[in-house]
């Protein structure tokens, strides 16, 4: 669940945010396929690891998954339930924690 062997096991167990090569470069990490947990995703008003525009809120009862617009795809976040939540269409920035970052093996 945290830290998947591949692509495929990253979208079976769920939520999980696939990053390209390309998208874990530009947020500092390596230029591999990784995964990341929402729940490890911080929403910043200031710098961040990544920058983009809030597309969609999910209320899940617990908290609310925040989708991300970002250079290359989505990045969801995890607000928890009573934290501010920006409106759709707001920019924010994106952070977390170097080791959140999942390197998947056998993904080249």
Not at 12 to 34: M, T, Y
Not at 39 to 64: D, F, N, Q, S, W
Request: proline residues 9%; aromatic residues 6%; hydrophobic residues 45%.
């Amino acid at each position: 669940y945290d830290r998947p062997r591949t692509r495929f096991v990253a979208d079976f167990v769920g939520s999980s945010n696939v990053l390209s090569p390309d998208q874990s470069r530009a947020a500092g990490g390596p230029p591999r396929w990784c995964s990341l947990r929402p729940e490890t995703v911080r929403l910043v008003a200031g710098p961040g690891r990544v920058a983009g525009t809030v597309a969609a809120l999910r209320y899940l009862g617990a908290g609310t998954r925040v989708i991300v617009s970002v250079p290359g795809g989505e990045i969801a976040a995890l607000a928890p339930k009573g934290a501010a939540v920006p409106d759709p269409g707001a920019a924010i920035a994106l952070d977390w924690d170097a080791g959140a970052l999942h390197v998947m093996e056998g993904e080249g």
